[in-house]
């Protein structure tokens, strides 16, 4: 099992880098929309800054055991950040594992669904999740939808954040405006800026999700990586402790064995004087 995690960890690694190069063409194309827009509200999603009756989350876990405090982790800070926000909450539980954590914190499931165990099959998670985002904004359009996962670490235990997925506000929109354009030709947007900007979206909320996936994956099988080796190292402790205490007591024997030896000596010679 330790090489089949350390294997998948490369795997979800090599993932999150081409995710990142995707993620920066998305975010240039968005910027070069948003510039060239001419209308106001013309989000497939509605930008908004107004008060939400409800704030979800998608708490990224996992399905397998093995993985030390993992989900407890992500579980007790998906808590702490949603905790201070206003409206109902709820949450979407990715692993059956994190699920009893989130149940136990008192947090309103939404649905379940099982964690990826590659990364071909992380896109149709993915596609789930944004079926399941569709429905619920359908019943309220300026919900607040958090994602929350673990993110790794080099040469540390995995990091708990949490990312604003929607709706989108004012200042996310100016982030993207200022993402400066990389090349010397100026951007044109073909196609109808509204049914473009939609499309830019829609692979924007994509690949937010595919990368956070990704990552909470990577973070999965460092920490069952980590708490293998513990368990090794762990065993192999017992193991001297109880090599150390078989040598101690086989002396111990001999020694008494040896002790009677020399007594019953002394006593034949003793008598025979």
Not at 51 to 71: C, P
Not at 217 to 235: T, V
């Amino acid at each position: 099992m330790k090489a089949l995690a350390a294997s998948s960890i490369g795997q979800y690694e090599k993932s999150v880098l081409a995710s990142a190069d995707y993620y920066r063409t998305v975010e240039l194309g968005l910027g070069a929309c948003l510039r060239a827009r001419t209308s106001g509200d013309i989000l497939a999603m509605k930008i908004g800054d107004a008060r939400t009756e409800s704030v979800s989350a998608i708490v990224l876990g996992s399905d397998q055991g093995l993985v030390g405090q993992f989900n407890q982790v992500v579980a007790e800070f998906a808590v702490a950040t949603l905790a201070p926000l206003p409206g109902r909450r709820q949450v979407w539980s990715i692993g059956d594992r994190v699920r009893g954590c989130l149940t136990d914190a008192g947090l309103p499931l939404l649905g379940v669904l099982s964690m990826p165990n590659s990364v071909k099959a992380i896109a149709s998670l993915v596609g789930q999740i944004q079926i399941d985002l569709e429905a619920h904004r359908a019943l309220d359009v300026n919900a607040c939808v958090y994602v929350i996962y673990n993110r790794p670490r080099a040469g540390a235990s995995p990091e708990p954040v949490a990312k604003r997925l929607l709706p989108f506000d004012s200042k996310w929109e100016e982030e993207l405006v200022k993402v400066a354009w990389p090349f010397r030709n100026l951007p044109q947007v073909w196609g109808g800026e509204n049914a473009t900007l939609r499309a830019l979206i829609r692979e924007y909320v994509f690949i937010s999700l595919f990368r956070a996936c990704a990552e909470s994956l990577a973070s999965e099988n460092a920490s069952r990586l980590a708490a293998m080796e513990r368990a090794d190292k762990n065993i192999n402790g017992l193991l001297e402790n109880l090599e150390s205490s078989f040598h101690r007591i086989r002396q111990q024997s001999i020694d008494e064995e040896l002790f009677d030896v020399v007594a019953g000596f002394e006593a034949l010679s003793g008598a025979k004087q």
